[in-house]
Antibody
Framework: QITLKESGPTLIKPTQTLTLTCTFS??????????VGWIRQSPGDALEWLAL???????RYKASLKNRLTITKDTSKNQVLLRMANVDPVDTATYYC??????????????WGQGMLVTVSS | DIQMTQSPSTLSASVGDRVTITCRAS??????LAWYQQKPGKAPSLLIY???ILESGVPSRFSGGGSETEFTLTINSLQPDDFATYFC?????????FGQGTKVEIK
């Protein structure tokens, strides 16, 4: 059974760097084709894909945020980290991590974490 | 980025109705489209991928269709559990994008 859970600060000040951790179980990023993505959702708004990392360490970022985002994986801990530099109040959102199945062609997400609300405010 | 536009934004329907949601892409994504359902305060859950393949465990009253730039999600005989917001997601391009969502509410 695959599960994912997001963790990190719930409140962060503008200009700081946000680090979010996705801790997962039920699959391994040592397995070819497995992947984890990050998606956020501003209050009452649409979903916005941010980044994706695959087992072969292939990484993709939303173009407009590429300069601020870094995604990494720790296969020994079954974790994926997302760092977002220079946060702004507009980055206030619920952040989700999600599983990209190894059997998938290209990139959709079959299981999601519960999400965590991150508020950017001074 | 490919823009995904869903219509309608809100849909009022009754239990037992057949409803259809449309998702249009600003350029072709071939058949690389997924649909998700989201209930208030919950994470999205995958309904359909590759435009028309039902995810395991999803009721057969859900179906997807379309290709290239126009896609549909149809719910046959709407059930009380189906009142939720639905999002499409294209994965035919390097950068993934979602539609803005369609809220299905009780008439």
């Amino acid at each position: 059974q695959i599960t994912l859970k997001e963790s990190g600060p719930t409140l962060i000040k503008p200009t700081q760097t946000l680090t979010l951790t996705c801790t997962f179980s039920g699959f391994s990023l040592r397995t070819r084709g497995e992947g984890v993505g990050w998606i956020r959702q501003s209050p009452g708004d649409a979903l916005e894909w941010l980044a994706l990392i695959l087992s072969n360490d292939d990484k993709r970022y939303k173009a407009s945020l590429k300069n601020r985002l870094t995604i990494t994986k720790d296969t020994s801990k079954n974790q994926v980290l997302l760092r977002m530099a220079n946060v702004d109040p507009v980055d206030t959102a619920t952040y989700y991590c999600a599983h990209r199945p190894a059997t998938a062609t290209l990139f959709y997400f079959d299981l999601w974490g519960q999400g965590m609300l991150v508020t950017v405010s001074s | 980025d490919i823009q995904m536009t869903q219509s309608p934004s809100t849909l009022s329907a009754s239990v037992g109705d057949r409803v259809t949601i449309t998702c249009r892409a600003s350029r072709s994504v071939s058949g690389w489209l997924a649909w998700y359902q989201q209930k208030p305060g919950k994470a999205p859950s995958l309904l359909i991928y590759k435009a028309n393949i039902l995810e395991s465990g999803v009721p057969s009253r859900f179906s997807g269709g379309g290709s290239e730039t126009e896609f549909t999600l149809t719910i046959n005989s709407l059930q009380p559990d189906d009142f939720a917001t639905y999002f499409c997601q294209q994965y035919g391009s390097y950068f993934l994008t979602f539609g803005q969502g369609t809220k299905v509410e009780i008439k």
